[in-house]
């Protein structure tokens, strides 16, 4: 018998090739384009231009340097509520993504010894991670059905106050990944699936420095490592392969953020943020199955955050905050995949806050276009098809955060 055209070996053609196709789209939803930025609601409130003035808790994320600033020992919680919308119009019909709210917490625990240079906190946020779900009925079922990823991160920090004018700050990172990725074959009818899950573990490294020109200027630089996270896991083609293991590596980028805090009198604090995210190094991904190891080229394109944002305090502790923040498109037609839809897009938010002896509270609105993005050039699924189309995509969230100083 040719062993080409044999049942075992078509099945197993098929489960290779279904599995691979299915990672070169699904783990865009694992390593999205569009970072999860937003990890408190007064800095969300300022469009995220926050990293020059660092002035709570969440300057553990934003720019370690700045939590010498703080006195004490403070605490801060952030829950950010978000809803991602995309609906699809293309040659093979239309459809619209499941856009359900999603809660990504973040904690926060600062302390402060009096009369010290030193500053020391602890962390847990989400700097990655992505929910996306397509219905079974979609046209684009080959490409995204439900996609989900976690990435926590466990932060401990320490920083210096060189000087009254100049602080450094220094974190170790221990990140935390898991996945469960699915989407349809559409070869062997409505219920067939291609499904992978995987968990991996990776140190990462922050910096961050803070210095205070004068009473009116302040400058910050925050700087994340990249790092690496091997998924080890099994993948499933039904009805042909129960199990397999497979497992990837996949290297998150680094990210860099300068910012200038202005403030023309003590009432207002103008901030400007650029926000730097190297997706140029995610090239080629290589699967590693028992089937053999395969590349798959993802050839994604760094991208910028501009971020803007505005404070006016108030003498009775409240404080407003505007911002506006553009971020820009990193997953280029030749590797789309409607698991992420990825788009350029504008950040609008509002939001107002207070800040007592003892306890602070903010809460912020956040509205985002993506506009409408026009795919071509998609890379086509096992049966043909492709994600070629019109997506018009927005983001709908709320952050609410609460604080507490000891």
Known sequence: MNLVTSPVAVRARFALAGSLAFFAGATLALASGTRVGFKDAFATARGNAFVATADNPSAL?????????????????????????????????SASMNDDYVSVPAIYVTWNPSDAPWAYGFAMYAPFGLETEWPNNSPLRTFALKNEQSYVTYNFTGAWQVSPEFSLGASITYNKVETDLNRALGIFGPTDLFRFEGDGDAIGVNLGLLWKVNERHQLGVSYS??????????????????????????????????????????????????????????????????????????????????????????????????????????????????????????????????????????????????????????????????????????INAVSLSLGYKF
Do not use: M
Not at 74 to 85: D, V
Not at 301 to 320: P, Q
């Open 61 to 93: 994320y934003y720019n370690p340097a700045g939590i010498t600033q703080l006195e004490g020992v403070q605490f801060s919680g952030n829950l950010y509520h978000i809803a991602l919308a995309s609906d699809y119009t293309g040659p093979a019909g």
């Open 225 to 394: 490592h990249r790092t690496k996270v091997t998924l080890k896991g099994t993948s499933s083609t039904i009805p042909l392969v129960a199990n397999e293991a497979a497992q990837a590596t996949f290297e998150f980028p680094e990210v860099l953020i300068v910012g200038w805090s202005f403030r023309p009198t003590p009432e207002w604090n103008i901030e400007a943020n650029l926000d730097w995210t190297n997706w140029d190094r995610l090239k080629t991904v290589v699967i590693q199955k028992s089937s053999g190891a395969t590349p798959l080229p993802f050839n994604w394109e760094s991208g910028l955050f501009y971020e803007l944002g505005a404070t006016r305090y108030f003498s009775n502790g409240f404080n407003v905050s505007a911002g506006y923040c553009y971020t820009e498109n990193s997953t280029p037609d030749a590797t789309y995949t409607p698991a992420v839809p990825d788009s350029d897009r504008s950040f609008y938010s509002l939001g107002a806050g207070y800040r007592g002896k003892n306890f602070s509270a903010d809460l912020a609105w956040q509205y985002a276009d993506g506009g409408t993005r026009r795919v071509t050039g998609s890379p086509p699924s096992l049966i043909g098809a492709t994600a070629d189309g019109s997506y018009k995509n927005s």
